[in-house]
């Protein structure tokens, strides 16, 4: 049969799109659930069983695959779930249980601007609160009762995220972790079931994603403490303490830190305990510190982002306190950073201290900040 012929069935899509997603890439290899290079140690429930016609994975929690060393090439498995509300995710170049990079699709939110997300795992933190809209988003349409079918294409630092029918890529970035071989994995929030789970490695491309520059005003450099439990701390004081481990930390293109990438997953499990402390619903502090070097006194517009919660203070004075936490200000809610707030800095002539003090709870934590010129300062 010719390729007319194969055009004139219902499979002429499929096949066509098959024909252009393995050239260049090695001959898809099939992961069974069966395999003992799983390991399941990370979900609370998983188990292996025929689901709508085929032999499926069901996982609730984190399932990861230590058979292969992947750094480019493409993921491709199907997902469905049958509860009115679950996540479906694809773990890849993973490091570690807590280290790795992420793409996954919530099943509940077809034709929402957020069905489909990217989001760099540091220190067990999944940030999706930091990369939003332009960033790690994508909107999706599909029926969360059927399979849907999610490729995953990665080359270097880009990642290509196609979902359901679409031709076209969902969601295009730059990938945030460093570029390393690692194992891939599952994640299923709520219940999901996957099949046909699959990778193509490719070679490692050079033809990088080129990242923009900080665009003038943006604060690329800063000094982080060590993190604490914020319910023992003034936030609206400067730290009091000597704070052993400030250290420096510089931010992404966009002026954005991820403090989960500076901030080691044991210090959150080794904070003090006082019996029912829980890092996952009790509030993490951590301070962020900069010198603004000013010509003269003068007045500074700075806008500024964060996640979840925020004290500013300038040369000891706070300056605003502000919440952006999940659903702290309405039920929908998501509690995404970005510069939405601004707030008008007094500077005083010569050396002036900024500090941000940043608590989480949940969905990561970060900050963010520029001025509106630079007229007359140095950072």
């Known amino acids: 049969m010719n390729l007319q012929s194969l055009c004139s069935t219902l499979t002429c899509t499929f096949v066509l799109s098959s024909i252009f997603v393995t050239n260049g890439f090695s001959q898809a290899t099939r992961v069974s659930f069966d395999d003992p290079a799983w390991d399941f140690s990370r979900s609370v429930e998983s188990r292996v069983e025929i689901y709508k016609g085929r032999e499926s994975l069901y996982l609730e ?33 993973t490091q570690s249980p807590t280290e790795y990079e992420e793409a996954y699709i919530r099943l509940h939110k077809s034709g929402s601007p957020d069905a489909i997300q990217y ?17 790690g988003w994508g909107m999706a349409a599909f029926d969360r009762h059927e399979w849907i079918s999610i490729r995953i294409e990665i080359s270097g630092n880009q990642i290509k995220v196609f979902a359901g029918q679409s031709d076209n890529a969902i969601v295009s970035t730059h990938l945030r972790r460093e570029e ?41 450099n800063w000094s982080l403490s060590n ?48 019996g029912d402390f829980d890092a996952g619903q009790s509030a993490l502090g951590a301070h962020a510190k900069t010198i603004i070097t000013s010509e003269s ?8 982002g964060y996640s979840d919660n925020v004290v500013i203070i300038l040369n000891g004075k706070p300056m605003y306190s502000g919440k952006s936490g999940f659903q702290s200000r309405d039920p929908l809610f998501q509690g995404m950073i970005g510069y939405h707030d601004a707030v008008f800095l007094d500077l005083k002539k010569g050396k002036n201290e900024l500090l941000f003090t940043v608590t989480e709870t949940f969905g ?7 001025f509106e010129n630079v007229a007359g300062i140095e950072f």
């Open 180 to 220: 390393k071989n690692g194992g891939l994995g599952l994640w299923g929030l709520f219940g999901a079931y996957f099949s046909n789970f699959r990778y193509s490695p490719a070679e490692s491309s050079e033809d990088n994603l080129e990242v923009s520059e900080p665009e003038p005003g943006v604060i690329t």
């Open 364 to 370: 990561g934590w970060g900050l963010m900040a520029k």
């Open 297 to 304: 006194d003068q007045i500074k517009k700075l806008y500024f």
């Open 119 to 135: 989001t760099p795992v540091f220190n067990d933190v999944a940030a999706w609160q930091l990369y939003g809209p332009g960033d």
């Open 61 to 93: 929690g984190k399932a990861l695959f230590s058979g292969t060393h992947f750094a480019d090439g493409i993921i491709e498995v199907d997902v469905t779930t049958p509860f009115p509300r679950a996540y479906a995710g694809v773990l890849f170049r």
């Open 227 to 274: 993190a604490f439990r914020a319910e023992n701390v003034n936030l609206a004081e400067p730290p009091s303490e000597d704070y052993s481990h400030w250290f420096e930390a510089e931010s992404e293109s966009t002026g954005l830190v991820n403090l989960s990438r500076y901030l080691p997953d044991e210090d959150f499990r080794n904070l003090p305990d006082d």
